[in-house]
């Protein structure tokens, strides 16, 4: 069982900077790979970043490579998400997610543990 936690969601400016924390509580938190997913409303949640649990790859979604960084910190069980550039199609609930699968990262069905999601509004 994995435990997860979003934070640092707010408002912020277009082209601006935000990082969001996924901090994880539970089993050995580097067995699994952790991926942040978004869901604007009306829309169905979509595959934002996700991070090996070692570390050593990653993948984003198209809209988001040059812009987002994700990172982790297993000696803090913490994964980052580093927004820059942001812009109002950003403006989502961010969620990250844990998966101790070794495929299809993209899909929502993929991750077994959830956060309950951060807020993510760009305003012009």
């Known amino acids: 069982q994995v435990q997860l936690v979003e934070s640092g969601g707010g408002l912020v400016q277009a082209g601006g900077s935000l990082r969001l924390s996924c901090s994880a509580s539970?089993?050995?938190?580097?067995?699994?790979?952790i991926g942040w997913f978004r869901q604007a409303p009306g829309k169905e949640r979509a595959f934002v970043a996700s991070?090996?649990?070692?570390?050593?790859?990653?993948y984003y979604t198209d809209s988001v490579k040059g812009r987002f960084t994700i990172s982790r910190d297993n000696a803090k069980n913490t994964v980052y998400l580093q927004m820059n550039s942001v812009k109002s199609e950003d403006t989502a609930t961010y969620y990250c997610?844990?998966?101790?699968?070794?495929?299809?990262?993209?899909?929502?069905?993929?991750?077994?543990?959830w956060g309950r999601g951060t807020q993510v509004t760009v305003s012009l």
């Open positions: 991070m090996s649990g070692s570390g050593t790859m990653t």
């Open positions: 997610a844990a998966t101790s699968a070794l495929y299809v990262y993209t899909e929502p069905l993929t991750y077994a543990y």
């Open positions: 539970g089993r050995s938190f580097s067995n699994f790979h």
